[in-house]
Structures are given as structure tokens and as C-alpha cells.
């Protein structure tokens, strides 16, 4: 079962063969598929060889294949975590009962949407990193930009999947319509917010792998418990490939950090101005990168109070985070949650009933999980002999979704007026200026071993291949 068929033209482990139907539909949105990468994906780049990492099983050791491939080549398949015959619906209302295998009739809807949703932000993620590969810092850095929106077109033949094989002509109709929408386009945007920002350069796109994706792993997560047995087995495998993207994240900004702790060393002086002039980002600008990404990442949680959250989980489509970890009656009637509003021009707390608060309750999650990877960015600073601190802003700052939508708070917590936030926004946010002078670093390097000047080489190489590997190959 676990076994992957390579031998298919849509490689899997699902028996695409053994439904002829399924297949025939899958292979009509290949093409489609492909032509949106095409257009769409990384820019400039079918001609390269890539040193990327492709599924061979779905068990959790050993499951990377490493060779070069031209991605347009790249085998994109159906993976699903093995099946665990005996699982049962672990929360909601119907915990107990077998999970399900098909899709049952009254949440049929949700389903859809929740599948529609997650779909979705995967192709928008390569449309917003379409061309990042035209300024990567070194070989290394290309091939990891790569790796990952390969991975994310293979997040969405997972979502596409579940569509064809569970949801008839509606599914299919979705699966068009995920080709259809585009990142930042004023008729037809993809669904969420952050997948409709721009990415456009390369610390953008290191704070976007390690907050943005972090949302990725713990919805995934979320979906993971589902009692919707498809959904969460091609959740799990899923969830592999993300910790990689985190990695990049959190790597990326930890060497930028480090180069610019190692340019204020040598300059001695931590002057915004002359660790720009010496080509390194400032830690102001780093921090006022970090507090847009996060922001517009937690806003992706949806709504602290919500009645849709509330049903995705009675109805056992959606868990908590670890779900099975805690222990509690995993059906939550009666107990409360306390959530942050602001009333009267001050944030106060109030308690909700727990199971309308869950996506606050999968913020805050997500909230002490993105804290810590920022404390090991600060021990880069330590280490450097650097006084200054990387913080994450309040979670009421910069809020567009939400009871804190529409109210201007401060990166501390202080509720302020409009004009305010208007003499202090270049502070808290990137500006122009910032936007500008970041871009004007990002230059492709691709001598096998150098790194652009902003950022330092990474501690080892990939796959134990030395830091001057070759990792991209130009025809
Ligand atoms: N932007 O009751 P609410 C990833 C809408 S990332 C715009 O809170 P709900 C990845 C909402 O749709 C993981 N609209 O909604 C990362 C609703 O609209 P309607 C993605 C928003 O359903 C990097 C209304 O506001 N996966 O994989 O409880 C690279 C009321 O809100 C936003 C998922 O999200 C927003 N930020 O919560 C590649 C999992 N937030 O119905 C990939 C699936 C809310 O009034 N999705 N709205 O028109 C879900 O579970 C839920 O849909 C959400 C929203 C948690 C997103
Ligand atoms: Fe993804
Ligand atoms: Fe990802």
C-alpha cells in the first residue's frame, strides 16, 4: 500500500489504476496543471537541472530520493500516510464512531470548503515566489527555493486528489477553479489574505517559510485529526515536506542575522544606516520585516470567534492542534476560552465558549511555536556579542481579520489613534525605503560555493553535499 508506483503517469500509492474514471479525470487536469506551472511557476527555470529531493515511500525513514531533475520533469503524485484500519473519530460530537472513508452527505459542504481552502494556498505560494529564483543568493539557496515549490505544486495535487475522488462534478469544477485564481489579482484572488501579498525578495521570502508555513503545518495538523480519514492520511504525509519549508524559514533569517551581526562587529556600531552601507540589512529593517509576515500569518487563523470553527470541530472535520495529547473531553461544551478585544480604545480579555474560540486557540498554538524558533534567532545575536533583541509584535498589531481588525495597536499592546499610527507606521512596518534598499542587495549569485554579501553560508550542505555543490546545474 505504502509503496509508490512511479511506473504510472501520475505516480502514486492510492491504486490510481484500479479506477479508471478517477484516472482518466486526473489526467485531463495534468495538463492543465502543468501549463499553469508554465506560466505561473518559477520563473525562467524549466532548463535547469535542480538537485531536488522527490517522494520514493511514505514511510517516515528514508523517503527522499535526491537526483537532478528538470522541475517541469518533476514526478508530482498522490501520497497518502498508510491506513489504519481500526482508527475511529477521536473528538467532536461523534468521536467514537469509525472514521470515515467517504465523505458524509450533511458535511459534505464544509468538507469541501475546508479542502477548497488549503488547495488554495499552495499554487498561490509559487505565484508569489515566481521570481525569486532571478535573485538568489547562492546555489544553495536556488535549489531550496526550488525544493519547496515543488513541494507545495505536490500540496496541491494532494488537495486536487480528494476533490476528484470525493466530491463529483463540484470537486472537479474546484480543481479547475485552484488553476484559475492568482495571487494579488483584483478579479480573482486566491481565498486568503497573506496568499495575496507580494513576496519580493528574499528575506520576504525567509520570514514567509517561517511564519506563513508554520500556518501550514498547524492547520495541516489540525486536518490531520480529521475524522474524514482521507483527508488527515494526506495531511500526514503532507506535514513531511513542511518541516522542510520551516527550515528554510528559520534557517534564511538565522544567517542574515548572522551576517549582519558579523558586519555591526566589525564596524563596531550598530547603525542602521552604516550596516546598510556596508551591504548588510539592519536589524530595524529585519524587525520590521518580521512583524508584517507575522501579522498577516496570524490573521490566517480566521476569526477569534467563530461558529464555523465551532462546527468544523463538533462535526469531527477539524481537530486541535495534538489533538490526541490532550486530555480534556475533546468535545469542549461549556468550557470557555479567553480572547483579546479592544472596547473603549483599550484591549481587555473576555471568556467565549472554548468551541467558538478554536482558531484562537490554534493561534495561540501557533503563537508559542513561532516564539521559540525566534528565541535560537536571538542566540545568533548573543553569540555575536549583539545587545539587540528580535521581538514578535502584539497579536492585536496590524490585525485585518477578527475582533482586533479595525483597531491600531501598537507592536507593544497600546491601542493608538490614527494619526498615531500613521506618524509611527514607518517603525513597525516595512516601508518603501526598506523595501527598496533590501531589493537593491538581491543579485543572482550562482558561482557554486559563493553567497550573496547579506547573508551567510549555511553550516552544512544538503543531503551532506559540500556547501559548493552544484545544487542548480544552467544548461
Ligand atoms: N483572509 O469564521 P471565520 C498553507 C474569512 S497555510 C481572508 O474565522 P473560518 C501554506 C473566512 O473564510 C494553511 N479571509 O472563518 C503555507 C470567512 O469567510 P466567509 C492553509 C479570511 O472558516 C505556505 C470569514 O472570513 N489552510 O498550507 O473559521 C505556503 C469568517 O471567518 C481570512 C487552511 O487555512 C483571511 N486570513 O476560518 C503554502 C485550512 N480568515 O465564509 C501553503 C483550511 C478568515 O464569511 N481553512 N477569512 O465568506 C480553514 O480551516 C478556515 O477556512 C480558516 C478560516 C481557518 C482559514
Ligand atoms: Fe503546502
Ligand atoms: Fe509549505
Known sequence: MSAIDYGERIPNNVDLAGDRALQRALEQWQPDYLAWWHEMGPEASSSLDVYLRTAISVEPSGWANFDYVKMPDYRWGIFLAPRDEARRIHFGEQAGDPAWQEVPGEHRANLRRIIV????????????????????????????????????????????????????????????????????????????????????????????????DRDGKFQLCALAESGFDPLARTTRFMLTEEAHHMFVGESGVARTLQRTAEVMRELGSDDPRAVREAGAIDLATIQRYLNFHYSVTIDLFGADVSS????????????????????????????????????????????????????????????????AGIGRWNRVLEKNGVAARLVVPHKAFNRRIGSLAGVRVSPGGEVVDEQTWRLHERDWLPTADDRAFVASLMGRVVEPGRFAGWIAPPPVGVNRQPIDFAYVRFG
Do not use: C
Open 308 to 371: 464555523n470553527a465551532a462546527t468544523f470541530y463538533s462535526a469531527g472535520l477539524k481537530g486541535r492542534f495534538e489533538e490526541g495529547k490532550r486530555d480534556d473531553d475533546h468535545r469542549l461544551g461549556g468550557m470557555t476560552y479567553r480572547i483579546v478585544e479592544a472596547v473603549d480604545g483599550r484591549l481587555a480579555e473576555r471568556d467565549v465558549p472554548m468551541l467558538n474560540a478554536l482558531n484562537e486557540v490554534l493561534r495561540d498554538d501557533f503563537i508559542r511555536d513561532s516564539v
Open 117 to 212: 481552502t488549503q488547495g488554495d494556498t499552495e499554487p498561490a505560494s509559487i505565484e508569489q515566489q515566481r521570481h525569486l529564483g532571478l535573485t538568489a543568493p547562492s546555489l544553495y539557496d536556488l535549489r531550496n527555493l526550488f525544493q519547496v515549490n515543488v513541494e507545495e505544486g505536490r500540496h496541491l495535487w494532494a488537495m486536487v486528489y480528494l476533490l476528484h475522488r470525493y466530491f463529483g462534478r463540484d470537486g472537479r469544477e474546484e480543481a479547475a477553479a485552484l488553476l484559475e485564481r492568482r495571487s494579488g489579482d483584483g478579479d480573482n484572488p486566491r481565498i486568503l489574505g497573506a496568499f495575496n501579498e507580494r513576496t519580493p525578495d528574499w528575506l520576504a521570502f525567509f520570514m514567509f517559510t517561517y511564519f506563513t
